[in-house]
Nanobody
Framework: QLQLVESGGGLVQPGGSLRLSCAAS????????IGWFRQAPGKEREWVSC????????KYANRVQGRFTISRDNAKNTVYLQMNSLKPEDTAVYYC??????????????WGQGTQVTVSS
């Protein structure tokens, strides 16, 4: 019954914006930090961002710092990734994942199926 389901991906022009959603079910969301990862074809999966269980702390990869914003609405069991000023290099499948505790440290123990983000030139 534990699920993480990503949505909100699509095709956007460079400089455009998208908001991804990660809908959680089967567990109490505020007990867990949630992270976002992405993977482009032929490249390694890379960590993008993470938000603590309470939402008080956020972390970002250098490549997205200042352009992406992670947030959460625990009442809706949903974590968001607002992506602005998108670049072609942001094209990837984006995954959300659960951290094994409330802080953005340690291992990720459950993953969603991913949503495709394509930034066209």
């Amino acid at each position: 019954q534990l699920q993480l389901v990503e949505s909100g991906g699509g095709l956007v022009q460079p400089g455009g914006s998208l908001r991804l959603s990660c809908a959680a079910s089967g567990f109490t969301l505020d007990y867990y930090a949630i992270g976002w990862f992405r993977q482009a074809p032929g490249k390694e999966r890379e960590w993008v961002s993470c938000i603590s269980g309470s939402g008080d702390s956020t972390k970002y990869a250098n490549r997205v710092q200042g352009r992406f914003t992670i947030s959460r609405d625990n009442a809706k069991n949903t974590v968001y990734l607002q992506m602005n000023s998108l670049k072609p290099e942001d094209t990837a499948v984006y995954y959300c994942a659960r951290v094994s505790q409330r802080l953005c440290v340690g291992s990720y123990d459950y993953w969603g199926q991913g949503t495709q983000v394509t930034v066209s030139s």
